[in-house]
């Protein structure tokens, strides 16, 4: 069994999904665009180049997401998608790279049980985190 996140944008999931593939080395899995839709589910013919589903591995997890249909999205809030990451240049690296254009929460930076640890919202609205934890 396993858990993924799915989020959902206001028009710029596909934007989003190839942004988080070029900053994390993820692999782009699906980017299906509503136009693939058999016509009765393609809905409004002004939203068939947005996204009805894409999904993103990033390491041994997937990362899933649509742009939802015009009057649904409501702003993201309530979680955070986090990455481990095992080497701390790393986890710098896509503390820096995701981060970029958003709005850092808590920089990146040692803490009692992390080699790394960072918060932000990206530029996109998505909030993230990432942990690099302390060997024991």
Same mark, same amino acid.
């Given at each position: 069994?396993?858990?993924?996140?799915?989020?959902?944008?206001?028009?710029?999931?596909?934007?989003?999904?190839?942004?988080?593939?070029?900053?994390?080395?993820?692999?782009? +899995?699906?980017?299906?665009?509503? &136009?693939? %839709?058999?016509?009765?589910?393609?809905?409004?013919? =002004?939203?068939?180049?947005?996204? @009805?589903?894409?999904?993103?591995?990033?390491?041994?997890?997937?990362?899933?997401?649509?742009?939802?249909?015009?009057?649904?999205?409501?702003?993201?809030?309530?979680?955070?998608?986090? +990455?481990?990451?095992?080497?701390? &240049?790393? %986890?710098?690296?896509?503390?820096?790279?995701?981060? =970029?254009?958003?709005?850092?929460? @808590?920089?990146?930076?040692?803490?009692?049980?992390?080699?790394?640890?960072?918060?932000?919202?990206?530029?996109?609205?998505?909030?993230?985190?990432?942990?690099?934890?302390?060997?024991?």
């Amino acid at each position: 069994m396993n858990a993924n996140p799915y989020l959902f944008y206001n028009g710029q999931c596909e934007e989003a999904f190839r942004f988080y593939a070029d900053c994390t080395g993820g692999e782009l +899995l699906a980017v299906m665009p509503y &136009a693939d %839709a058999p016509p009765d589910d393609a809905g409004d013919p =002004a939203w068939k180049d947005k996204i @009805m589903h894409a999904c993103l591995r990033i390491g041994d997890s997937l990362l899933m997401a649509s742009d939802a249909p015009p009057g649904r999205q409501s702003p993201m809030g309530g979680f955070s998608v986090s +990455l481990q990451i095992d080497d701390p &240049a790393e %986890a710098e690296r896509c503390f820096e790279a995701l981060s =970029a254009g958003g709005e850092v929460r @808590m920089p990146i930076g040692e803490t009692f049980w992390a080699q790394r640890f960072g918060m932000f919202v990206d530029r996109f609205g998505v909030p993230w985190m990432i942990n690099c934890t302390k060997s024991m």
